[in-house]
């Protein structure tokens, strides 16, 4: 097999992702500061794989010099992690900064960038705190989204000197969809029509904060706000009428709820049309809609795992059932994909590619970058060598190919991508999946005190950095 040179592109950044929640722990926390993760966790403890969950997650909290030097002893160039908006404020209707928390977020921003490496906040990645779900509704309430407002100020007001990339959610859409309207996670709803009223919420907000990061001045000196998105990149089954219906439908829902307005501003007219044919607009003003027009973020964050695929339906909606976005749409796994097994997520690496051209030709090719990519396998301690280190080529294989395909994407089409951001840096705790599927660059050896151990791919995304690109099979190979 003919292997070529991959050349990282000019000012092209490569770094690490993670959240608080998945991280820290709850050293330092008081009773009372509990996020959504945290209640969702002490709900049902032993729904967690083998009962990890957030109580000390990586114990980042305590560890984060140890981690950040090896980010630093890996050539790692940028960091995102989120504020844990339950832990940095402390009375939540009064919006009262805790002084335990500044300090921490503080000490571990300065040593971010004593080691060289690029702090990105995202100021909710699901720690919405749980009193505010229990007092006023969550996201279905707009106090909360005045609430949110005044906790943003707070951290700009506090970290916005050297913080230069901020988001203001991660996958804002998976807990409204996962908590609200599927009860499969906390708080374990089945209401489509609330779930849209926290999105619409949560889009009001975005626009909010982007206008007021501006207006009081915090994107000076480059500072620029955005918000994370899970593309969800949907293909059709098949070029029928139908399918490429279906697949435009699951596209609305799950993508352009998000990008559409927060980019250009607008919510599409179908998605309102369809909400409306299914009772299920959210409540909203003309006053708010202008404030979204106005205020469109100035990057884009894009997680993404694996494609998603969608066919027509195969039988009629039961209109018995609560309305959901399904009732459009079947989703449909392609014979033949590569898996990744352990999490049942199909692996295509070609979407990089994709999604660079969606966000070129819809979204005035916005500057993006890749917040979230990765390889999460179950046991992974089987992948050890002999000295005790665990040999993930898989794992490099999976970001060459994701890579190679995001550099041909800058080099052939202009695609504004400027960074990629592996998750994990370490191994992590993640909603009930709790530590099952590893995803780190720096293994954590849960049997032996949590003890860090680079992997295999975290010396050779060293070596990348520090060579400027990588070997991996040429595309012409693979045409052959
Ligand atoms: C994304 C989330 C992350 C992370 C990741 C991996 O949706 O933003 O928080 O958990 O998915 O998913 P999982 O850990 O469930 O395999």
Redo the contacts with the bound molecule.
């Keep these: 097999m003919k292997k070529i040179f991959y050349e990282i592109p000019e000012g092209f950044k490569i770094g690490a992702s993670s959240?608080a929640w998945?991280s820290e722990g709850w050293k330092g926390k008081k009773e009372n500061q509990v996020s959504w993760a945290d209640a969702f966790y002490k709900s049902a403890p032993s729904k967690w794989y083998e009962g990890y969950g957030p109580t000390i997650a990586t114990d980042f909290y305590s560890r984060y010099k140890e981690d950040i030097k090896l980010m630093n002893s890996l050539n790692l160039q940028s960091y995102r992690t989120s504020i844990d908006w339950s832990r940095f404020i402390e009375d939540y209707d009064n919006v009262i900064v805790s002084e335990d928390a500044l300090n921490y977020y503080n000490d571990m921003i300065n040593e971010l960038i004593a080691n060289n490496v690029q702090p990105i906040i995202c100021l909710e990645?699901?720690e919405l705190p749980d009193y505010l779900i229990q007092k006023y509704g969550g996201w279905g309430s707009r106090k909360v989204v005045d609430l949110y407002l005044r906790y943003a100020e707070k951290a700009f007001q506090a970290f916005s000197d050297r913080v230069k990339i901020w988001f203001t959610f991660?996958?804002p859409g998976?807990v409204p969809n996962l908590g609200i309207a599927e009860a499969i996670w906390y708080p374990h709803k089945v209401n489509f029509k609330e779930s849209v009223q926290w999105n619409y919420h949560k889009v009001l907000a975005t626009a909010l904060t982007v206008k007021l990061f501006k207006e009081k001045g915090y994107n000076k000196d480059g500072g620029k706000i955005g918000i994370i998105q899970?593309v969800a990149q949907v293909y059709p089954r098949s070029n029928s009428e139908e399918d490429i219906k279906a697949a435009h439908m699951a596209e609305l829902f799950a993508d352009k709820t998000y990008l559409d307005p927060c980019i250009k501003g607008e919510f599409p007219s179908l998605l309102f049309e369809t909400l409306e044919k299914h009772n299920c607009l959210p409540n909203y003003t003309d006053e708010d809609l202008e404030i979204i027009r106005n205020n469109t973020v100035d990057i884009l964050g894009v997680?993404f795992?694996g494609p998603n695929r969608a066919k027509a339906k195969a039988t009629k909606w039961n209109d018995e059932n609560p309305f959901n976005p399904s009732y459009y749409f079947d989703s449909w796994s392609m014979p033949g994909a590569t898996m990744n097994h352990s999490?049942g997520w199909e692996i295509y690496a070609k979407a990089f590619y994709d999604i660079a051209i969606n966000i070129k030709n819809n979204y005035r090719n916005i500057e993006w970058m890749i917040m979230?990519n990765?390889m999460?396998v179950h046991d992974e301690y089987k992948h050890k060598d002999l000295k005790g280190q665990i040999q993930d080529d898989y794992r490099i294989d999976y970001i060459s190919d994701h890579l190679r395909w995001l550099f041909k994407a800058i080099k052939d089409e202009n695609a504004n991508c400027t960074a990629y951001h592996m998750?994990?840096f370490t191994d992590?705790v993640?909603?009930m999946?709790a530590f099952r599927?590893r995803?780190g660059f720096v293994e954590i050896d849960l049997s032996n005190n949590r003890s860090r151990r680079v992997k295999k791919s975290g010396e050779w995304i060293k070596k990348v950095i520090d060579r400027g690109g990588f070997e991996y099979k040429s595309f012409e190979d693979e045409l052959k």
């Design positions: 959240s998945q990645h699901w991660n996958e998976v899970n997680n795992y999490r979230e990765g999460g998750w994990n992590n993640s909603p999946n599927n995803y």
